[in-house]
């Protein structure tokens, strides 16, 4: 069964740095694209971050140059490195398994996990 | 960058409804549209792909149309499992932009 796993999340003082895991199962995260999604208390879905297998990690503008995506083949995870965390970035983390070819679409989910930026 | 715009934000109909929500998409993405349902304090889940490919194990009372730059998706006979927010996602750009939701309750 293709899974994904978010951990991580925790309560962090604003410019503060949280490291996010997104641990793959049933299939191996160098050959798909994995994303990440962000969901604000109580607000929509704002997609924030995807490392793709070929094209590399690209990043949504409000995260761009704080945020880092990489990838260890070996535990068949993805990271999310949020470095000078302000009090927007507080949400409920996702991430999710891109098909990687068209259509394109995200399936599955994670369960998500807490980000609290907060003094 | 793409905008998606939902409507109507929320709705309240009865069980057996017929219940449709619009997604209009700022520029045109061919039928590049995915249709994501979020019950309380779960993650999203995939509904419809490529505008009006139901999803394996999704009920065939979710259908899903349109290309270019509008879309709907409709919920015939509706179910009380179906009470949730459902998000329309564009996937014809690397930035993939999702609408603002429409809640959908239960009368």
């Known amino acids: 069964e293709v899974q994904v796993l978010e951990s991580g999340g925790d309560l962090v003082q604003p410019g503060g740095s949280l490291r996010l895991s997104c641990a793959a199962s049933g299939f191996i995260v160098s050959n798909y694209a994995v994303s990440w999604i962000r969901q604000a208390p109580g607000k929509g879905l704002e997609w924030v971050s995807a490392l793709t297998s070929a094209a590399g990690p690209d990043y949504a503008d409000s995260v761009k140059g704080r945020f880092t995506l990489s990838r260890d083949n070996s535990k068949n995870t993805v990271y999310l490195q949020m470095n000078y965390l302000t009090a927007e970035d507080t949400a409920t983390y996702y991430c999710?398994?891109?098909?990687?070819?068209?259509?394109?679409?995200?399936?599955?989910w994670g369960q998500g996990t807490l980000v609290t930026v907060s003094s | 960058d793409i905008q998606m715009t939902q409507s109507p934000s929320s709705l309240s109909a009865f069980v057996g409804d017929r219940v449709t929500i619009t997604c209009r998409a700022s520029?045109?993405?061919?039928?590049?549209l995915n249709w994501y349902q979020q019950r309380p304090g779960k993650a999203p889940k995939l509904l419809i792909y490529a505008a009006s490919t139901l999803q394996g194990g999704v009920p065939s009372r979710f259908t899903g149309s349109g290309s270019g730059t509008d879309f709907t998706l409709t919920i015939s006979d509706l179910q009380p499992e179906d009470s949730a927010v459902y998000y329309c996602?564009?996937?014809?750009?690397?930035?993939?932009?999702f609408g603002q939701g429409t809640k959908v309750e239960i009368k």
């Open positions: 999710a398994k891109e098909r990687s070819s068209a259509p394109n679409y995200l399936d599955p």
């Open positions: 520029q045109y993405i061919s039928h590049s």
């Open positions: 996602q564009e996937s014809y750009t690397p930035r993939w932009a």
